[in-house]
């Protein structure tokens, strides 16, 4: 009764809203932001898709770069654009969607993050596959061979296990009846570059795969990168660990908002029931 007597227009006035604007337009330029971010990452994937080969593109669908950014652009366009419409239209059923979408994404992500840590071996088996598919189609997608030289120069090292993992891309094969002018060897990006060298010389790998380690690490380098990427992954556990936070905290402050959102909305549509019935029986 006395919230009743504070504002004589009804029970709690008929311009008293439970939807806070702050919630409602923050949640709303939250999703806006990464809406547009996701339009362009589909831009970006489609571009790069459609400058390739279409054999090229499609003996590496597995790992093409392009793909896995267009599929990831897609469904971030569209969870935001429940976020964007649910958001702005005061829509529980988009914002729902929107709400669940985010926390399985989230779920699904933690899971990955356990399940990899606990069984780290399985995670090097199928990290080791997933290179060995790389190497195989290396000279099929330039976007792929790209990544891989990269890959390489960075961590400094050749192949999956070894330099000589390459003899399964077969233009390396090192077999006698390759007639490739690159059998037995190696990609430019194995080799050790001298700071002072201005011009890269793309032909060092050249034979390689024939010399043993000793003979070959003067010129190469022969260690795998599956090794030296489980050892940066140890000796960067806090960096790892900042950027899974910086990915999953934008995700629980959306899950947040949007929960925060559809209760206030519940609450304002059951204010809304209440008024009607005030009015059509004041005595009640």
Same mark, same amino acid.
Not at 15 to 38: E, H, R
Not at 112 to 117: K, Q, T
């Given at each position: 009764m006395?919230?009743?007597?504070?504002?004589?227009?009804?029970?709690? #006035?008929?311009?008293?809203?439970?939807?806070?604007p702050?919630?409602?337009?923050?949640?709303?330029?939250?999703?806006l932001?990464?809406?547009?971010?996701?339009?362009?990452?589909?831009?970006?994937?489609?571009?790069?898709?459609?400058?390739?080969?279409?054999?090229?593109?499609?003996?590496?669908?597995?790992?093409?770069p392009?793909?896995?950014?267009?599929?990831?652009?897609?469904?971030?366009?569209?969870?935001?654009?429940?976020?964007c419409? #649910?958001?702005?239209?005061?829509n529980?059923?988009?914002?729902?969607?929107?709400?669940?979408?985010l926390?399985?994404?989230?779920?699904?992500?933690?899971?990955? #993050?356990?399940?990899?840590?606990?069984?780290?071996?399985?995670?090097?088996?199928?990290?080791?596959?997933?290179?060995?598919?790389?190497?195989?189609?290396?000279?099929?997608?330039?976007?792929?061979?790209?990544?891989?030289?990269? #890959?390489?120069?960075?961590?400094?090292?050749?192949?999956?296990?070894?330099?000589?993992?390459?003899?399964?891309?077969?233009?390396?094969?090192?077999?006698a009846?390759?007639?490739?002018?690159?059998?037995?060897?190696v990609?430019?990006?194995?080799?050790?570059h001298?700071?002072?060298?201005?011009?890269?010389?793309?032909?060092?790998?050249?034979g390689?795969?024939?010399r043993?380690?000793?003979?070959?690490?003067?010129?190469?380098?022969?260690?795998?990168?599956?090794?030296?990427?489980?050892?940066?992954?140890?000796?960067?556990?806090?960096?790892?660990?900042?950027?899974?936070?910086?990915?999953?905290?934008?995700?629980?402050?959306?899950?947040?908002?949007?929960?925060?959102?559809i209760?206030?909305?519940?609450?304002?549509?059951?204010?809304?029931?209440?008024?009607?019935?005030?009015?059509?029986?004041?005595?009640?």
């Amino acid at each position: 009764m006395a919230r009743r007597a504070a504002v004589p227009a009804g029970p709690l #006035g008929d311009d008293f809203s439970f939807v806070s604007p702050v919630a409602k337009y923050l949640l709303f330029f939250f999703n806006l932001l990464f809406w547009m971010i996701s339009m362009v990452m589909v831009a970006v994937g489609v571009y790069a898709r459609l400058l390739k080969h279409a054999e090229a593109a499609m003996a590496c669908l597995a790992v093409d770069p392009a793909i896995l950014l267009i599929v990831v652009g897609v469904l971030t366009f569209l969870i935001t654009f429940c976020g964007c419409v #649910g958001s702005l239209r005061e829509n529980i059923c988009l914002l729902q969607m929107f709400s669940v979408c985010l926390t399985i994404i989230f779920l699904l992500q933690l899971a990955a #993050g356990v399940l990899g840590f606990v069984f780290s071996d399985k995670a090097r088996g199928k990290v080791s596959e997933i290179i060995n598919g790389a190497i195989v189609h290396y000279r099929d997608d330039l976007d792929l061979q790209n990544l891989i030289d990269f #890959g390489q120069k960075e961590f400094s090292c050749c192949g999956g296990v070894s330099y000589k993992d390459w003899s399964q891309n077969m233009y390396f094969n090192c077999t006698a009846s390759n007639p490739s002018r690159e059998r037995c060897s190696v990609p430019f990006s194995c080799c050790l570059h001298d700071a002072d060298q201005a011009v890269i010389n793309t032909m060092c790998g050249h034979g390689m795969q024939a010399r043993g380690y000793l003979e070959a690490s003067a010129f190469i380098h022969t260690n795998g990168c599956i090794d030296k990427l489980v050892n940066w992954t140890h000796s960067n556990l806090f960096l790892l660990g900042g950027i899974t936070l910086g990915l999953a905290l934008p995700q629980l402050v959306g899950i947040i908002l949007a929960r925060l959102l559809i209760n206030q909305i519940r609450d304002q549509i059951k204010l809304q029931l209440y008024n009607q019935q005030h009015r059509a029986d004041p005595w009640s």
